[in-house]
């Protein structure tokens, strides 16, 4: 789930990209120059400390670089708890990251806060008599559900236990990612 384009957008280092210049690489190597010029991490992030930095970079004449002749493994959550818990801190820390350095995160970022959002006032709109904002709502789930099962049988190699898998965790890490930048956005006044 955590390489796919519909699980985590199009964040390259994630969906196994080629080579080449891109917005963001998790656990960068830089020269001490680079901190120089630039400047360490931002403490006051517990998470997205990297996006931001790379940001940094960027946004002051940087390139960041992705080598996939670099080879490394990386060990996501175990549970479906430790999924949900990451989405949910991932999404209420864009918010803050947002707020604290403005323009650090990519839209991407958002489309969780999106979805949750979109949810929120479907299912208000189901207790309407607004007929085509119903059925724009229904358009959505349906086109949700189909972009789920195409990628859930894409990444699972046609692996049942896999797809069914996938097909559970999508939704959830989009909602729990989703709800952290709704609870973010509601915890800002801690952050002025």
């Known amino acids: 789930m955590l390489s796919s384009p519909f699980g985590v957008g199009n964040s390259r280092f994630r969906i196994f990209s080629k080579s080449g210049y891109v917005d963001t690489v ?52 175990d549970s479906i708890k430790g999924i949900m818990k990451q989405g949910y801190q991932n999404g209420k820390w864009i918010v803050r990251a947002s707020k604290l350095i403005p323009g650090t995160m990519a839209l991407r970022h958002f489309i969780p806060l999106l979805f949750v959002l979109s949810l929120i006032v479907g299912l208000s709109i189901l207790f309407t008599n607004f007929t085509i904002l119903k059925i724009l709502f229904s358009f959505e789930l349906f086109a949700y559900a189909l972009l789920n099962i195409f990628f859930s049988l894409k990444q699972s190699k046609f692996r049942i236990t896999y797809f069914f898998w996938l097909l559970i965790l999508h939704p959830l890490f989009h909602i729990s990612y989703g709800f952290g930048s709704v609870i973010g956005i509601l915890s800002l006044y801690k952050y002025r």
Not at 30 to 58: A, M, P, S
């Open 26 to 77: 998790p656990f960068g190597a830089f020269r001490r120059e680079v901190f120089d010029k630039y400047g360490k991490y931002d403490t006051r992030l517990n998470r997205t400390q990297d996006y931001e930095l790379n940001h940094r970079i960027r946004k002051n004449g940087g390139k960041i670089y992705l080598s996939d002749e670099i080879k490394f493994t990386y060990f996501c959550r």
